[in-house]
């Protein structure tokens, strides 16, 4: 069985034999896209219904964007080819790859979908929600909203984890959403390993993240001046900061699941001519 230390011990190899040639898709396809989506939120407040749908257009785009740097690191770690090659990989796979990821957020937001329902159908105005005003919710609404909540968290972080490799899959083996399955049964015993592994990374992520907006964010306040609304320069100093350390996980996620991939598939008896042309 795929151990979790010797993953981590070739992704680390992976990432520090190639920055050079990784470097150049972070800052295209995260760091630039994380960049400038940091000054999003305060361009919305306050904004034209116009300016906030091109804001969430532009932030569809990165998402696609962010999507090929991801399939682009993957064909890397896979050692399907060179950086140039791979951009070409991620480029052919990006499609097969948006149709998984269309199906899954389609899938998620039926999950959801009982949350909102339930707030209406006991009377609750969900734009007020939506804008953040202060809704008072009864007791057994917010504890049936709470369990339901916790239900599903689970749930989809269960099943997370047995999809945790699909985008190598879908690199790899040029599969669409059959790469589900694929990935359900590469993953079959490792599910416990990989949610820790999600938690972890999760957890750290988040720490550091919050850890560059806070201090940075501070620092940056206090030398331009003091907060204010609106775009500002420290907040846009902030945004760079953060999407600097955020680019170094986003990075990792791709190295990671490929090398995974690849230790689940030695360990299932796949071999070169096992993958699908």
Same mark, same amino acid.
């Given at each position: 069985?795929?151990?979790? $230390?010797?993953?981590?011990?070739?992704?680390?190899?992976?990432?520090?034999? %190639?920055? =050079?040639?990784?470097?150049?898709?972070?800052?295209?396809?995260? +760091?630039?896209?994380?960049?400038?989506?940091?000054?999003?939120?305060?361009?919305? @407040?306050?904004?034209?219904?116009?300016?906030?749908?091109?804001?969430?257009?532009?932030?569809?785009?990165?998402?696609?964007?962010?999507?090929?740097?991801?399939?682009?690191?993957?064909?890397?770690?896979?050692?399907? #080819?060179?950086?140039?090659?791979?951009?070409?990989?991620?480029?052919?796979?990006?499609?097969?790859?948006?149709?998984?990821?269309?199906?899954? +957020?389609?899938?998620?937001?039926?999950?959801?979908?009982?949350?909102?329902?339930?707030?209406?159908? %006991?009377?609750?105005?969900?734009?007020?929600?939506?804008? $953040? #005003?202060?809704?008072?919710? $009864?007791?057994?609404?917010?504890?049936?909203?709470?369990?339901?909540?916790?239900?599903?968290?689970?749930?989809?972080?269960? /099943?997370?984890?047995? !999809?945790?490799?699909?985008?190598?899959?879908? /690199?790899?083996?040029?599969?669409?959403?059959?790469?589900?399955?694929?990935?359900?049964?590469? @993953?079959?015993?490792?599910?416990?390993?990989?949610?820790?592994?999600?938690?972890?990374?999760? !957890?750290?992520?988040?720490?550091?993240?919050?850890?560059? %907006?806070?201090?940075?964010?501070?620092?940056?306040?206090?030398?331009? $001046? =003091?907060? #204010?609304?609106?775009?500002? !320069?420290?907040?846009?100093?902030?945004?760079?900061?953060?999407?600097? /350390?955020?680019?170094?996980?986003?990075?990792?996620?791709?190295? +990671?699941?490929?090398?995974?991939?690849?230790?689940?598939?030695?360990?299932?008896?796949?071999?070169?001519?096992?993958?699908?042309?």
């Amino acid at each position: 069985m795929a151990k979790m $230390g010797t993953v981590w011990d070739r992704t680390a190899e992976f990432l520090s034999d %190639n920055l =050079g040639a990784i470097l150049p898709v972070a800052l295209l396809a995260f +760091f630039v896209p994380a960049s400038i989506e940091g000054s999003f939120q305060a361009a919305k @407040t306050g904004g034209s219904p116009g300016l906030v749908l091109s804001l969430y257009l532009v932030q569809l785009a990165f998402g696609i964007l962010s999507l090929w740097g991801s399939l682009t690191i993957s064909a890397m770690a896979l050692d399907m #080819a060179s950086v140039r090659g791979a951009g070409v990989i991620g480029r052919d796979r990006l499609l097969p790859a948006l149709a998984v990821s269309v199906l899954l +957020f389609a899938v998620m937001f039926v999950l959801v979908l009982p949350i909102p329902l339930a707030l209406q159908l %006991n009377g609750y105005d969900l734009m007020e929600i939506a804008r $953040g #005003a202060n809704v008072g919710l $009864g007791p057994q609404i917010a504890g049936g909203i709470a369990l339901y909540g916790l239900v599903l968290v689970a749930l989809l972080l269960w /099943v997370g984890a047995r !999809l945790f490799v699909t985008n190598p899959v879908i /690199v790899r083996e040029k599969r669409m959403f059959s790469a589900l399955r694929q990935s359900w049964k590469l @993953t079959r015993g490792m599910t416990w390993r990989i949610i820790g592994v999600i938690l972890l990374f999760a !957890l750290v992520s988040w720490v550091s993240m919050l850890a560059a %907006n806070m201090v940075f964010g501070s620092i940056f306040a206090l030398v331009t $001046g =003091g907060p #204010a609304e609106g775009i500002t !320069l420290a907040g846009v100093l902030t945004s760079i900061v953060v999407a600097a /350390v955020q680019t170094g996980f986003t990075v990792l996620v791709p190295a +990671f699941t490929a090398k995974l991939y690849l230790a689940l598939a030695a360990d299932a008896g796949l071999r070169e001519g096992a993958f699908r042309a």
